[in-house]
Protein backbone atom coordinates (compact mmCIF):
# COMPACT_ATOMS: atom_id res chain seq x y z
CA UNK A 1 0.00 0.00 0.00
CA UNK A 2 1.27 3.59 -0.87
CA UNK A 3 2.45 5.06 1.79
CA UNK A 4 1.84 8.90 0.27
CA UNK A 5 0.56 10.34 -2.77
CA UNK A 6 2.79 12.36 -5.12
CA UNK A 7 1.72 15.43 -6.15
CA UNK A 8 3.14 17.86 -8.81
CA UNK A 9 1.49 21.14 -9.38
CA UNK A 10 1.90 22.84 -12.36
CA UNK A 11 0.53 26.58 -11.85
CA UNK A 12 0.90 28.72 -9.06
CA UNK A 13 -1.53 31.59 -10.04
CA UNK A 14 -4.93 32.24 -8.85
CA UNK A 15 -6.07 28.51 -8.59
CA UNK A 16 -2.96 26.73 -8.06
CA UNK A 17 -2.66 29.19 -4.79
CA UNK A 18 -6.09 28.03 -3.69
CA UNK A 19 -4.89 24.63 -3.86
CA UNK A 20 -1.75 24.82 -2.10
CA UNK A 21 -3.14 27.04 0.89
CA UNK A 22 -5.89 23.99 0.95
CA UNK A 23 -3.52 21.28 0.94
CA UNK A 24 -1.39 22.59 4.13
CA UNK A 25 -4.60 23.75 5.92
CA UNK A 26 -6.66 20.62 5.40
CA UNK A 27 -3.42 18.19 5.42
CA UNK A 28 -5.25 15.82 8.06
CA UNK A 29 -8.97 15.86 6.52
CA UNK A 30 -7.07 14.75 3.22
CA UNK A 31 -5.19 12.16 4.68
CA UNK A 32 -8.01 10.59 6.42
CA UNK A 33 -10.31 10.72 3.53
CA UNK A 34 -7.77 9.31 1.59
CA UNK A 35 -6.24 6.90 3.48
CA UNK A 36 -2.41 8.24 2.88
CA UNK A 37 -1.31 11.60 3.09
CA UNK A 38 -0.83 13.80 0.14
CA UNK A 39 2.92 15.16 -0.59
CA UNK A 40 3.27 18.25 -2.63
CA UNK A 41 6.33 17.31 -4.86
CA UNK A 42 7.73 20.58 -6.70
CA UNK A 43 5.57 22.88 -8.11
CA UNK A 44 5.82 24.57 -11.67
CA UNK A 45 6.02 28.26 -12.55
CA UNK A 46 7.03 30.83 -15.04
CA UNK A 47 8.98 32.91 -12.77
CA UNK A 48 10.36 31.24 -9.91
CA UNK A 49 11.59 34.85 -8.64
CA UNK A 50 8.25 36.47 -8.58
CA UNK A 51 7.13 37.26 -4.67
CA UNK A 52 4.45 34.85 -3.63
CA UNK A 53 1.63 35.07 -1.47
CA UNK A 54 2.24 31.59 -0.16
CA UNK A 55 5.10 30.68 1.37
CA UNK A 56 6.76 26.92 0.32
CA UNK A 57 10.54 25.62 1.06
CA UNK A 58 13.44 26.14 -0.34
CA UNK A 59 13.52 24.70 -3.89
CA UNK A 60 10.07 23.66 -4.35
CA UNK A 61 9.39 26.71 -7.23
CA UNK A 62 10.64 25.36 -10.30
CA UNK A 63 10.12 26.51 -13.94
CA UNK A 64 11.31 22.86 -15.58
CA UNK A 65 8.77 20.72 -16.37
CA UNK A 66 10.59 17.93 -16.35
CA UNK A 67 11.00 18.18 -12.75
CA UNK A 68 7.61 17.17 -12.39
CA UNK A 69 7.21 14.73 -15.50
CA UNK A 70 10.42 12.80 -15.04
CA UNK A 71 9.88 12.52 -11.14
CA UNK A 72 8.96 9.26 -10.54
CA UNK A 73 7.61 10.22 -6.52
CA UNK A 74 4.93 12.03 -8.24
CA UNK A 75 1.53 10.01 -8.89
CA UNK A 76 -1.05 12.98 -10.27
CA UNK A 77 0.24 16.11 -11.79
CA UNK A 78 -2.05 18.89 -11.20
CA UNK A 79 -2.11 21.26 -14.19
CA UNK A 80 -3.68 24.75 -13.51
CA UNK A 81 -1.79 26.73 -15.31
CA UNK A 82 -4.18 27.52 -18.11
CA UNK A 83 -3.73 28.09 -21.85
CA UNK A 84 -3.71 25.72 -24.50
CA UNK A 85 0.37 25.28 -24.88
CA UNK A 86 2.46 23.93 -23.36
CA UNK A 87 -0.19 22.55 -21.01
CA UNK A 88 -2.06 19.52 -23.21
CA UNK A 89 1.93 18.84 -23.80
CA UNK A 90 2.48 18.08 -20.84
CA UNK A 91 -0.56 16.57 -19.91
CA UNK A 92 -0.50 13.93 -22.51
CA UNK A 93 3.55 13.49 -21.18
CA UNK A 94 2.09 13.23 -17.90
CA UNK A 95 -0.41 10.22 -19.02
CA UNK A 96 2.65 8.91 -21.18
CA UNK A 97 4.35 8.81 -17.89
CA UNK A 98 1.72 6.64 -16.77
CA UNK A 99 0.69 9.75 -13.97
CA UNK A 100 -3.11 10.85 -13.38
CA UNK A 101 -3.55 14.10 -14.12
CA UNK A 102 -6.43 16.68 -12.66
CA UNK A 103 -6.93 20.00 -14.82
CA UNK A 104 -9.29 23.04 -14.32
CA UNK A 105 -8.15 23.79 -18.32
CA UNK A 106 -11.17 24.72 -20.06
CA UNK A 107 -9.21 25.66 -23.71
CA UNK A 108 -7.41 22.44 -23.48
CA UNK A 109 -10.29 19.86 -22.45
CA UNK A 110 -12.56 21.88 -25.34
CA UNK A 111 -10.17 21.38 -27.82
CA UNK A 112 -7.95 17.91 -27.61
CA UNK A 113 -10.56 16.40 -24.49
CA UNK A 114 -11.13 13.80 -26.92
CA UNK A 115 -7.46 12.85 -27.76
CA UNK A 116 -6.88 13.22 -23.88
CA UNK A 117 -9.21 10.97 -22.73
CA UNK A 118 -8.19 8.21 -25.34
CA UNK A 119 -4.96 8.67 -24.25
CA UNK A 120 -5.56 7.99 -21.02
CA UNK A 121 -7.93 5.16 -21.63
CA UNK A 122 -4.89 3.36 -23.76
CA UNK A 123 -2.73 4.23 -20.38
CA UNK A 124 -4.87 2.98 -17.72
CA UNK A 125 -4.79 6.42 -15.66
CA UNK A 126 -7.60 8.74 -14.64
CA UNK A 127 -7.52 12.04 -16.14
CA UNK A 128 -10.10 14.33 -14.12
CA UNK A 129 -11.20 18.29 -15.01
CA UNK A 130 -14.51 18.79 -12.51
CA UNK A 131 -12.43 22.62 -12.75
CA UNK A 132 -13.20 23.50 -15.77
CA UNK A 133 -17.09 23.77 -15.87
CA UNK A 134 -18.21 26.11 -13.13
CA UNK A 135 -15.73 26.08 -10.56
CA UNK A 136 -16.59 24.75 -7.39
CA UNK A 137 -20.11 23.74 -8.85
CA UNK A 138 -20.30 19.92 -9.09
CA UNK A 139 -21.33 19.03 -12.80
CA UNK A 140 -18.55 16.87 -14.60
CA UNK A 141 -18.46 14.11 -12.30
CA UNK A 142 -23.11 13.89 -11.95
CA UNK A 143 -22.80 13.83 -15.52
CA UNK A 144 -20.13 10.81 -15.49
CA UNK A 145 -21.80 9.25 -12.37
CA UNK A 146 -25.05 10.36 -10.52
CA UNK A 147 -27.07 10.62 -14.12
CA UNK A 148 -24.87 8.56 -16.01
CA UNK A 149 -27.89 5.78 -16.87
CA UNK A 150 -29.68 9.17 -18.03
CA UNK A 151 -30.41 10.03 -21.31
CA UNK A 152 -29.29 13.87 -21.59
CA UNK A 153 -32.25 15.78 -23.94
CA UNK A 154 -30.73 19.03 -23.03
CA UNK A 155 -28.26 21.43 -21.26
CA UNK A 156 -29.22 25.08 -20.33
CA UNK A 157 -26.71 26.92 -18.46
CA UNK A 158 -25.60 30.52 -17.24
CA UNK A 159 -21.75 29.12 -17.58
CA UNK A 160 -19.56 32.55 -17.37
CA UNK A 161 -19.83 34.84 -14.35
CA UNK A 162 -18.38 38.12 -15.40
CA UNK A 163 -20.63 38.33 -18.66
CA UNK A 164 -23.18 37.38 -16.27
CA UNK A 165 -22.21 40.04 -13.68
CA UNK A 166 -21.81 42.66 -16.75
CA UNK A 167 -25.73 42.08 -17.78
CA UNK A 168 -27.22 41.68 -14.37
CA UNK A 169 -25.52 45.24 -14.30
CA UNK A 170 -27.02 46.83 -17.09
CA UNK A 171 -30.39 45.17 -16.12
CA UNK A 172 -30.58 46.91 -12.78
CA UNK A 173 -28.48 49.73 -13.01
CA UNK A 174 -29.25 50.56 -16.78
CA UNK A 175 -25.66 51.09 -17.57
CA UNK A 176 -23.71 50.36 -21.10
CA UNK A 177 -22.10 47.54 -21.92
CA UNK A 178 -18.68 49.66 -21.52
CA UNK A 179 -19.27 50.83 -18.00
CA UNK A 180 -20.99 47.34 -16.78
CA UNK A 181 -17.78 45.70 -17.77
CA UNK A 182 -15.15 48.35 -15.92
CA UNK A 183 -16.88 47.72 -12.90
CA UNK A 184 -16.22 44.15 -13.33
CA UNK A 185 -12.66 45.00 -14.07
CA UNK A 186 -12.71 46.87 -10.82
CA UNK A 187 -13.89 44.14 -9.11
CA UNK A 188 -11.42 41.89 -10.12
CA UNK A 189 -14.31 39.77 -12.23
CA UNK A 190 -13.18 40.51 -15.33
CA UNK A 191 -9.38 40.31 -16.67
CA UNK A 192 -7.95 43.41 -18.52
CA UNK A 193 -7.76 41.74 -21.90
CA UNK A 194 -11.95 40.50 -21.63
CA UNK A 195 -12.18 38.59 -24.78
CA UNK A 196 -12.71 35.43 -23.63
CA UNK A 197 -15.58 35.73 -21.61
CA UNK A 198 -17.34 38.83 -23.79
CA UNK A 199 -16.79 37.22 -26.86
CA UNK A 200 -18.50 33.65 -25.56
CA UNK A 201 -15.21 31.92 -26.02
CA UNK A 202 -14.69 30.67 -22.39
CA UNK A 203 -18.48 29.85 -22.77
CA UNK A 204 -17.87 27.61 -25.74
CA UNK A 205 -15.52 26.21 -24.32
CA UNK A 206 -17.43 24.77 -21.01
CA UNK A 207 -20.17 23.72 -23.56
CA UNK A 208 -18.30 21.86 -25.68
CA UNK A 209 -17.26 19.90 -22.49
CA UNK A 210 -20.47 19.55 -21.52
CA UNK A 211 -21.99 17.91 -24.27
CA UNK A 212 -18.94 15.72 -24.81
CA UNK A 213 -19.92 13.97 -21.56
CA UNK A 214 -23.50 14.59 -21.96
CA UNK A 215 -24.26 13.48 -25.61
CA UNK A 216 -20.89 11.34 -25.28
CA UNK A 217 -19.84 12.43 -28.18
CA UNK A 218 -16.98 14.30 -29.56
CA UNK A 219 -17.91 17.62 -29.46
CA UNK A 220 -15.10 20.19 -30.06
CA UNK A 221 -15.27 24.04 -28.94
CA UNK A 222 -15.14 24.38 -33.05
CA UNK A 223 -18.94 22.55 -32.81
CA UNK A 224 -20.04 25.07 -30.76
CA UNK A 225 -21.68 28.41 -31.93
CA UNK A 226 -20.73 31.25 -30.25
CA UNK A 227 -21.31 35.10 -29.95
CA UNK A 228 -20.84 37.39 -27.32
CA UNK A 229 -22.11 40.41 -25.79
CA UNK A 230 -20.48 43.81 -26.63
CA UNK A 231 -23.39 44.82 -28.89
CA UNK A 232 -25.91 44.72 -26.54
CA UNK A 233 -27.57 48.22 -25.18
CA UNK A 234 -28.79 49.85 -22.32
CA UNK A 235 -32.42 50.12 -24.44
CA UNK A 236 -32.54 46.43 -25.15
CA UNK A 237 -32.95 45.76 -21.41
CA UNK A 238 -35.16 48.59 -20.80
CA UNK A 239 -37.26 47.22 -23.80
CA UNK A 240 -36.71 43.30 -22.92
CA UNK A 241 -38.30 44.74 -19.34
CA UNK A 242 -41.28 46.28 -20.79
CA UNK A 243 -41.81 42.47 -22.83
CA UNK A 244 -41.06 40.58 -19.78
CA UNK A 245 -38.03 39.36 -20.39
CA UNK A 246 -34.36 39.04 -18.92
CA UNK A 247 -31.55 39.33 -21.30
CA UNK A 248 -28.51 36.61 -20.28
CA UNK A 249 -25.78 34.68 -22.14
CA UNK A 250 -26.49 31.39 -22.64
CA UNK A 251 -25.24 27.97 -23.56
CA UNK A 252 -27.42 25.88 -24.48
CA UNK A 253 -27.27 22.07 -25.66
CA UNK A 254 -29.64 19.85 -27.24
CA UNK A 255 -29.54 16.30 -29.30
CA UNK A 256 -31.84 15.33 -32.15
CA UNK A 257 -31.79 12.84 -34.33
CA UNK A 258 -28.43 11.86 -33.85
CA UNK A 259 -27.17 15.35 -34.02
CA UNK A 260 -25.90 18.16 -31.14
CA UNK A 261 -27.03 21.66 -31.35
CA UNK A 262 -24.76 23.70 -29.39
CA UNK A 263 -24.66 27.79 -29.23
CA UNK A 264 -23.65 30.24 -26.77
CA UNK A 265 -25.53 33.53 -27.37
CA UNK A 266 -26.91 36.44 -25.88
CA UNK A 267 -30.69 35.57 -25.16
CA UNK A 268 -34.13 36.47 -24.03
CA UNK A 269 -36.21 34.33 -21.26
CA UNK A 270 -38.69 35.07 -19.42
CA UNK A 271 -38.34 36.85 -16.48
CA UNK A 272 -40.32 34.17 -14.36
CA UNK A 273 -37.66 31.35 -15.48
CA UNK A 274 -35.41 30.41 -13.10
CA UNK A 275 -32.09 31.32 -15.29
CA UNK A 276 -33.44 34.61 -15.82
CA UNK A 277 -33.18 35.18 -11.65
CA UNK A 278 -29.28 34.03 -11.86
CA UNK A 279 -27.70 36.96 -11.32
CA UNK A 280 -24.05 38.17 -10.68
CA UNK A 281 -21.12 35.97 -10.72
CA UNK A 282 -23.05 33.11 -10.23
CA UNK A 283 -23.54 30.33 -12.60
CA UNK A 284 -26.26 27.64 -13.10
CA UNK A 285 -26.77 24.70 -15.19
CA UNK A 286 -30.00 23.38 -16.04
CA UNK A 287 -29.70 19.49 -17.29
CA UNK A 288 -32.84 17.52 -18.50
CA UNK A 289 -32.98 13.84 -19.03
CA UNK A 290 -35.30 11.19 -19.56
CA UNK A 291 -35.06 9.67 -16.03
CA UNK A 292 -34.00 12.41 -13.32
CA UNK A 293 -36.09 15.19 -15.27
CA UNK A 294 -34.83 18.74 -15.07
CA UNK A 295 -31.65 19.08 -12.40
CA UNK A 296 -30.20 22.04 -11.46
CA UNK A 297 -26.87 22.92 -10.87
CA UNK A 298 -26.20 26.30 -8.82
CA UNK A 299 -23.40 27.85 -7.40
CA UNK A 300 -19.99 30.08 -7.70
CA UNK A 301 -18.13 29.43 -11.07
CA UNK A 302 -14.84 31.01 -10.36
CA UNK A 303 -12.44 31.72 -8.14
CA UNK A 304 -9.85 30.46 -5.93
CA UNK A 305 -11.22 28.77 -3.26
CA UNK A 306 -14.27 27.47 -5.34
CA UNK A 307 -12.17 25.93 -8.08
CA UNK A 308 -9.94 24.38 -5.19
CA UNK A 309 -12.55 22.51 -4.18
CA UNK A 310 -13.34 21.08 -7.21
CA UNK A 311 -9.86 20.37 -8.02
CA UNK A 312 -8.65 19.07 -4.43
CA UNK A 313 -12.14 16.79 -5.20
CA UNK A 314 -10.60 14.94 -8.40
CA UNK A 315 -7.52 14.34 -6.35
CA UNK A 316 -9.37 12.78 -3.81
CA UNK A 317 -11.30 10.48 -5.80
CA UNK A 318 -8.19 9.26 -7.73
CA UNK A 319 -5.85 9.24 -4.43
CA UNK A 320 -8.12 6.96 -2.78
CA UNK A 321 -8.15 4.85 -6.29
CA UNK A 322 -4.37 4.58 -5.87
CA UNK A 323 -4.25 3.95 -2.53
CA UNK A 324 -6.73 1.13 -3.11
CA UNK A 325 -4.74 -0.47 -5.68
CA UNK A 326 -8.23 -0.26 -7.60
CA UNK A 327 -8.30 -0.04 -11.47
CA UNK A 328 -9.10 3.41 -12.54
CA UNK A 329 -12.82 3.45 -13.72
CA UNK A 330 -12.31 3.85 -17.41
CA UNK A 331 -13.13 7.67 -19.02
CA UNK A 332 -16.14 8.17 -20.63
CA UNK A 333 -16.17 6.23 -24.55
CA UNK A 334 -16.86 8.72 -26.99
CA UNK A 335 -18.99 8.21 -30.26
CA UNK A 336 -17.65 9.37 -33.50
CA UNK A 337 -21.35 8.75 -34.90
CA UNK A 338 -22.95 12.17 -34.19
CA UNK A 339 -23.31 15.31 -36.39
CA UNK A 340 -23.36 18.59 -35.28
CA UNK A 341 -26.21 20.55 -36.33
CA UNK A 342 -25.23 24.02 -37.75
CA UNK A 343 -26.64 27.62 -36.18
CA UNK A 344 -28.63 28.14 -39.67
CA UNK A 345 -31.16 24.74 -38.49
CA UNK A 346 -31.92 26.66 -35.49
CA UNK A 347 -36.28 27.89 -35.08
CA UNK A 348 -36.82 30.16 -32.35
CA UNK A 349 -38.32 33.39 -31.65
CA UNK A 350 -36.18 36.51 -32.76
CA UNK A 351 -36.43 40.28 -31.21
CA UNK A 352 -35.11 42.87 -33.33
CA UNK A 353 -34.84 46.54 -32.87
CA UNK A 354 -33.98 49.05 -35.95
CA UNK A 355 -33.23 52.36 -35.94
CA UNK A 356 -35.56 53.44 -38.90
CA UNK A 357 -37.18 57.19 -40.94
CA UNK A 358 -39.35 58.27 -39.67
CA UNK A 359 -41.72 58.59 -42.27
CA UNK A 360 -45.33 56.73 -43.36
CA UNK A 361 -44.55 53.49 -45.33
CA UNK A 362 -41.16 52.49 -43.18
CA UNK A 363 -43.29 49.51 -41.28
CA UNK A 364 -45.26 48.33 -44.22
CA UNK A 365 -41.53 47.60 -46.28
CA UNK A 366 -40.02 46.00 -43.18
CA UNK A 367 -42.99 43.59 -42.96
CA UNK A 368 -42.95 43.02 -46.51
CA UNK A 369 -39.38 41.75 -46.16
CA UNK A 370 -40.36 39.86 -43.37
CA UNK A 371 -43.32 38.08 -44.31
CA UNK A 372 -41.66 37.06 -47.84
CA UNK A 373 -39.36 34.74 -45.85
CA UNK A 374 -42.37 33.25 -44.23
CA UNK A 375 -41.54 35.57 -40.76
CA UNK A 376 -44.62 36.75 -38.81
CA UNK A 377 -44.96 39.36 -36.16
CA UNK A 378 -45.57 38.99 -32.89
CA UNK A 379 -45.84 42.57 -31.52
CA UNK A 380 -44.05 45.62 -31.82
CA UNK A 381 -42.92 48.81 -30.56
CA UNK A 382 -42.39 52.40 -32.11
CA UNK A 383 -41.13 54.96 -30.79
CA UNK A 384 -39.48 58.21 -31.53
CA UNK A 385 -36.75 58.50 -30.89
CA UNK A 386 -35.31 61.89 -32.15
CA UNK A 387 -37.94 64.21 -33.88
CA UNK A 388 -35.99 66.92 -35.27
CA UNK A 389 -34.04 64.46 -37.25
CA UNK A 390 -37.26 62.14 -38.05
CA UNK A 391 -35.35 58.85 -36.89
CA UNK A 392 -37.50 56.23 -34.60
CA UNK A 393 -36.57 52.62 -33.03
CA UNK A 394 -38.91 49.71 -34.17
CA UNK A 395 -38.36 47.09 -32.11
CA UNK A 396 -40.63 43.47 -33.14
CA UNK A 397 -40.92 40.20 -31.74
CA UNK A 398 -41.45 37.43 -34.13
CA UNK A 399 -43.21 33.90 -33.91
CA UNK A 400 -41.59 31.06 -34.38
CA UNK A 401 -38.73 31.38 -37.52
CA UNK A 402 -36.33 29.79 -38.96
CA UNK A 403 -32.58 31.01 -38.29
CA UNK A 404 -31.48 31.18 -41.93
CA UNK A 405 -34.85 33.07 -42.96
CA UNK A 406 -33.98 35.78 -40.42
CA UNK A 407 -30.61 36.39 -41.32
CA UNK A 408 -31.94 37.20 -45.07
CA UNK A 409 -34.40 38.90 -43.78
CA UNK A 410 -31.63 40.97 -41.65
CA UNK A 411 -29.38 41.44 -44.86
CA UNK A 412 -32.74 42.45 -46.99
CA UNK A 413 -34.06 45.15 -44.01
CA UNK A 414 -30.42 46.73 -43.61
CA UNK A 415 -30.56 47.73 -47.49
CA UNK A 416 -34.08 49.09 -47.30
CA UNK A 417 -33.26 53.01 -47.52
CA UNK A 418 -35.61 54.07 -45.05
CA UNK A 419 -33.38 51.76 -42.11
CA UNK A 420 -30.25 53.61 -40.87
CA UNK A 421 -29.60 50.84 -38.21
CA UNK A 422 -30.16 47.40 -37.64
CA UNK A 423 -29.66 47.68 -33.58
CA UNK A 424 -29.82 44.29 -32.19
CA UNK A 425 -31.32 40.90 -33.21
CA UNK A 426 -31.86 38.85 -29.87
CA UNK A 427 -32.82 34.96 -30.19
CA UNK A 428 -35.69 34.47 -27.69
CA UNK A 429 -35.97 31.21 -25.97
CA UNK A 430 -39.67 30.61 -24.82
CA UNK A 431 -38.76 28.01 -21.71
CA UNK A 432 -41.41 27.33 -19.00
N1 LIG B 1 -9.23 31.70 -11.85
C1 LIG B 1 -10.38 31.02 -11.74
O1 LIG B 1 -11.29 31.39 -10.97
C2 LIG B 1 -10.58 29.74 -12.52
C3 LIG B 1 -11.79 29.04 -12.41
C4 LIG B 1 -11.95 27.84 -13.11
C5 LIG B 1 -10.93 27.39 -13.93
N2 LIG B 1 -9.77 28.13 -14.04
C6 LIG B 1 -8.71 27.62 -14.91
O2 LIG B 1 -7.59 27.33 -14.11
C7 LIG B 1 -6.38 27.54 -14.85
C8 LIG B 1 -5.47 28.50 -14.08
O3 LIG B 1 -6.14 29.73 -13.90
P1 LIG B 1 -5.55 30.86 -12.95
O4 LIG B 1 -6.61 31.91 -12.87
O5 LIG B 1 -5.04 30.26 -11.69
O6 LIG B 1 -4.32 31.39 -13.83
P2 LIG B 1 -3.14 32.38 -13.37
O7 LIG B 1 -3.53 33.10 -12.14
O8 LIG B 1 -2.78 33.17 -14.58
O9 LIG B 1 -1.93 31.41 -12.99
C9 LIG B 1 -1.23 30.66 -13.95
C10 LIG B 1 -0.03 30.00 -13.27
O10 LIG B 1 0.58 29.13 -14.20
C11 LIG B 1 1.96 29.49 -14.36
N3 LIG B 1 2.28 29.34 -15.79
C12 LIG B 1 1.61 29.83 -16.84
N4 LIG B 1 2.20 29.48 -17.99
C13 LIG B 1 3.29 28.77 -17.65
C14 LIG B 1 4.32 28.14 -18.40
N5 LIG B 1 4.36 28.18 -19.74
N6 LIG B 1 5.28 27.47 -17.72
C15 LIG B 1 5.27 27.42 -16.37
N7 LIG B 1 4.31 28.00 -15.60
C16 LIG B 1 3.34 28.66 -16.25
C17 LIG B 1 2.09 30.93 -13.91
O11 LIG B 1 3.42 31.15 -13.44
P3 LIG B 1 3.88 32.56 -12.82
O12 LIG B 1 3.15 32.63 -11.49
O13 LIG B 1 5.35 32.48 -12.67
O14 LIG B 1 3.41 33.61 -13.78
C18 LIG B 1 1.03 30.98 -12.78
O15 LIG B 1 1.58 30.52 -11.59
C19 LIG B 1 -6.84 28.05 -16.23
O16 LIG B 1 -6.92 26.96 -17.10
C20 LIG B 1 -8.22 28.61 -15.95
O17 LIG B 1 -9.05 28.61 -17.09
C21 LIG B 1 -9.57 29.28 -13.37
Known sequence: MKQSIGIGLMGMGVVGGGVVDVLFDKEERLAKLIGAPLSLK???????????????????????????LDNPDVDIVIEVMG?????????????????????ANKEV?????????????????????????????????????????????????????TTNYILTKMAQEGQDFGVALSAAQELGYAESDPTNDVEG????????ILSTLAFRARVSDADVYSEGITHLTAQDFRYASELGYAIKLLAIASKTDGAVHARVHPAMVRSDVMLAKVDGVLNAI?????????VLFHGRGAGDLPTTSAVLA???????????????????SLSDDVSISPISALETKYYMRLNVAERPGVFAQILKVLGDLDISIASAIQKETDDAA????????????????VQSALQAIGRLEVVNEIGSLIRVEEWD
Open 83 to 103: GEQPALDYIMKSISLGKHVVT
Open 286 to 294: EVQTDLAGR
Open 314 to 332: DVVNIARDVVGGAPPPPPP
Open 201 to 208: IDAAYKLA
Open 42 to 68: RVLVRDVNKPRAVGLCDGMLTANADDI
Open 109 to 161: MAKHGAEILTHAREQGVQVLFEASVAGGTPIIAPLLRDLVTNDVISINGIING
Open 390 to 405: RRAEIVLMTHRAKEAS
